[in-house]
C-alpha cells in the first residue's frame, strides 16, 4: 500500500496545515488488473469490501470480458474496461508486458483517487490483517508513504 505524502508547510503528517485528508488517514482502496473468472474476482472483491476498502477499481485487461458488466452494478466498485482509446489517453499505447498495464493502470488509479492509501493487488491475492486495515493505517508514522504487506 502507498499513500501521497503531505506537502511541507512545517510538519508532515496528521495535525499538519496541509494534510489533505484529516481523519480520513486510514481510508483505502484496491486496484487491480484483472483476468480470471467471475467467481475468483466476486471472491476478490467480497473479501476486501468486508475488511473495510472504500473503493476497489478493477481494470479489465479484456475490455470485453461480460464479468466487467456483472461487477461494476456493485457499489463501491469501478470496472474499469482497458480498451485501445484507454490506452492511448493513458499512455499513448497499450503496454505489451502484462506487468506493465499492471503498473499503468496502478499509476492512473492512483492519481485520480483521493484517497490516502492505495493497495496495488493481484487478484489472487487476499489481504489477511492480523487486525482491522484501517487500525494498521492509522499508526503507520506519517512519514512513511508505504506499507508492505509480506506473503502468508
Excluded at 512545517?10 to 480470471?36: D, F, I, N, Q, Y
Excluded at 467467481?39 to 473479501?47: I, N
Excluded at 475490455?63 to 461494476?72: G, H, M, T, V
Excluded at 487478484?123 to 508492505?148: G, T, Y
Aim: proline letters at 12%; hydrophobic letters at 40%; one cysteine or more.
Amino acid at each position: 500500500m502507498s499513500t501521497r505524502p503531505a506537502e511541507p508547510c512545517g510538519g508532515p503528517g496528521p495535525g499538519s496545515c496541509c494534510w489533505p485528508w484529516g481523519s480520513r488517514l486510514s481510508e483505502w482502496g484496491v486496484v487491480a488488473t484483472v483476468k480470471a473468472p467471475q467467481p475468483q474476482l466476486l471472491a476478490f472483491v467480497a473479501h476486501h469490501l468486508e475488511l473495510g476498502a472504500a473503493r476497489i477499481w478493477l481494470c479489465f485487461d479484456d475490455p470485453a470480458d461480460p464479468a466487467a458488466e456483472a461487477l461494476e452494478r456493485l457499489p463501491r466498485v469501478t470496472a474499469l474496461r482497458c480498451t485501445l482509446p484507454y490506452w492511448r489517453e493513458t499512455c499513448g499505447r497499450r503496454p505489451e508486458k502484462h506487468q506493465n498495464r499492471q503498473s499503468r493502470n496502478a499509476q492512473h488509479i492512483y492519481a485520480a483517487t483521493d484517497l490516502p492509501w492505495l493497495a496495488h493487488l493481484d487478484v489472487d491475492e487476499f489481504l489477511l490483517p492480523d487486525r482491522p486495515i484501517a487500525a494498521l493505517l492509522a499508526a503507520a508514522p506519517p512519514d512513511q508513504p508505504m506499507l508492505r504487506a509480506a506473503p502468508w
